[in-house]
């Protein structure tokens, strides 16, 4: 997740800003789509198959010498 990009970073056990951020995506049409675009390209892109084989393939070569 890449704050204001493609979500919305909260601190934990905070329901006040929680709700804030809540209320602004509610409230933002256009920046609740954006944000979820965002997301859908940064998880097609980080945690593609063929890139997590590779990615999984480099970590056992490295372990390996």
Do not use: C, F, W
């Not at 934990?12 to 409230?27: F, V, Y």
């Amino acid at each position: 997740l890449i704050d204001s990009s493609s979500g919305i970073i909260v601190p934990k056990r905070n329901p006040k800003l929680i709700g804030k951020a809540i209320s602004k995506l509610l409230n933002h049409d256009i920046l609740r789509k954006d944000m979820g675009k965002n997301a859908r390209k940064r998880i097609d892109n980080v945690y593609h198959i063929n890139q997590t084989i590779e990615d999984t393939l480099d970590l056992y070569h490295r372990l390996l010498r």
